[in-house]
């Protein structure tokens, strides 16, 4: 097929170098005309995705239309904050019924929709998929096994992105519940962000595991109350990427995290990243999401206090774990 990827990050350079290796034609675009110069000398991204060296073959462009022309399928991989005015910009290009696969994780801060209904605002004439899963671009790139889930409410569609992207080291499950594995791929950031601060405290794996596993249950709980499914956040795009994002050393959001454990803000923290942070920006959606939906989420509400009241990370950490006495679940009941 014939396959633009919209942003030339990490994790589009990795899924350009694997949908080569299924014999698809792929053509790059970014924004910036010195990574593109750079990716056209190197074939390679040498900042974000050192050693990974993309086929000959891959073509590079800032020329949005250029890029658009005569292709079947559209992954937009650039960061969530980007996602609607780079949507914007290609809808004039996009032909009645192609396909997108969205691979940005996150929410869109001030509307609160999910990235998929975003670009279905911008883009009504395509068909959306999205893929997400524990697939940090590093391992990718260099071809690791991998294990990810597409979904679409359209069972075909859904199939059609799983025969594109799937190949022996990058396997492709699909499901139907696109709300769950959008959400479990944007809160599982701000969870990694406070594993992250919990190592920059010099706390131990009894925190992390703590961290993980009440997070698991608190992206359940908002993402139950908005349509998804229980099994997605045990699934892959949940309990998966939730695991994979808060212990890799690939991990942006942990890393951040981490540095703010140690004392720096939130701006500092991506600063010395030199990456998108997509957990900063998913933060205060998610807290917003769970008070308009009534859904207690302790770790997310500690974690917007740190990223923006000010809060230590030792303060706000003490906060969490001298709450009021609870029930592990709230639905379980003594007879």
């Not at 869109?108 to 975003?118: A, I």
């Not at 992390?208 to 045990?234: D, H, N």
């Amino acid at each position: 097929m014939n396959i633009c990827i919209l942003g030339a990050g990490s994790w589009g350079i990795a899924l350009a170098n694997l949908l080569t290796k299924n014999n698809h034609s792929i053509t790059v675009w970014s924004i910036d005309p010195e990574e593109v110069s750079m990716l056209k000398e190197y074939s390679e991204h040498r900042s974000k995705l050192p050693g990974v060296i993309l086929p000959g073959t891959v073509e590079f462009t800032t020329d949005m239309e250029a890029a658009l022309k005569d292709k079947d399928l559209v992954v937009m991989a650039v960061p969530s904050p980007f996602v609607r005015t780079t949507a914007q910009s290609a809808s004039s290009y996009i032909k009645d019924g192609e396909i997108i696969v969205n691979v940005a994780k996150g929410i869109e801060d001030e509307s609160l929709k999910r990235l998929s209904v975003v670009i279905g605002e911008e883009i009504p004439q395509a068909r959306i998929a999205v893929l997400s899963g524990p697939s940090h671009a590093e391992e990718v790139g260099k071809l690791m096994p991998t294990t990810v889930v597409v979904g679409s409410e359209d069972k075909e569609l859904a199939k059609t992105v799983q025969d594109i992207f799937m190949t022996d080291f990058f396997r492709v499950y699909t499901s139907p519940d696109v709300i769950g594995i959008e959400l479990g791929g944007a809160l599982k950031n701000v969870i990694a962000l406070a594993a992250g601060i919990a190592d920059g405290l010099g706390c131990g794996d009894n925190t992390k595991a703590a961290l993980i596993t009440r997070g698991i249950y608190e992206m359940s709980e908002l993402g139950t109350a908005m349509g998804g499914k229980p099994e997605t956040f045990s699934g892959l795009s949940g309990t998966g990427d939730l695991i994979v994002t808060c212990a890799s050393q690939h991990s942006r959001n942990r890393k951040a995290g981490f540095l703010m454990g140690q004392g720096k803000t939130y701006q500092e923290a991506m600063n010395e990243v030199k990456m998108v942070v997509e957990g900063v920006y998913s933060a205060k959606a998610a807290l917003k999401l769970s008070q308009l939906y009534s859904v207690e989420m302790p770790i997310v509400e500690n974690v917007n206090k740190i990223l923006f009241e000010g809060y230590s990370a030792k303060e706000a950490l003490h906060s969490l774990i001298t709450r009021d006495k609870k029930k592990e679940a709230s639905s379980l009941s003594w007879k």
